[in-house]
């Protein structure tokens, strides 16, 4: 599990994710609640969700996920995973 052919990363995380990019894997599900949060952040803006994807991951990995907050259901482990992923491949667009 050392090396990842995906990440090409010589001993990397023991859990690397495929590639991943703002536009592919992360813009399309957080639009869902452009609306919702709209007063505080643009979810569907590459710009303002790298800059906060530090209080995001948190708030949406929680178990019971914080965001989208009930009775919302939470976003995927799939999805959760692409956006660790995202942060962690230093936010490709
Ligand atoms: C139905 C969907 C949503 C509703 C109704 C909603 C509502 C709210 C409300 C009322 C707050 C302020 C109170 C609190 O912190 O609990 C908040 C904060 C926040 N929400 Fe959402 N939200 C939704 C979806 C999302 C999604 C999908 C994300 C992730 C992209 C998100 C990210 C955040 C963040 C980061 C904060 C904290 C802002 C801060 O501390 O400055 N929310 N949301």
Do not use: C
Not at 1 to 29: Q, R
Not at 52 to 66: D, E, R, V, W, Y
């Amino acid at each position: 599990m050392g090396v990842s052919a995906a990440s090409g990363k010589p001993g990397g995380t023991a859990m690397a994710h495929a590639p991943v990019s703002f536009e592919a894997d992360i813009k399309d599900v957080l639009s869902v609640f452009r609306g919702q949060m709209i007063w505080r952040f643009d979810v569907a803006k590459y710009d303002e969700v790298r800059a906060n994807a530090g209080i995001i991951f948190p708030l949406i990995s929680s178990n019971p996920p914080q965001m989208p907050p009930p009775p919302f259901p939470g976003f995927s482990q799939a999805f959760i995973a692409a956006f660790k992923a995202w942060m962690d491949q230093g936010y490709p667009p």
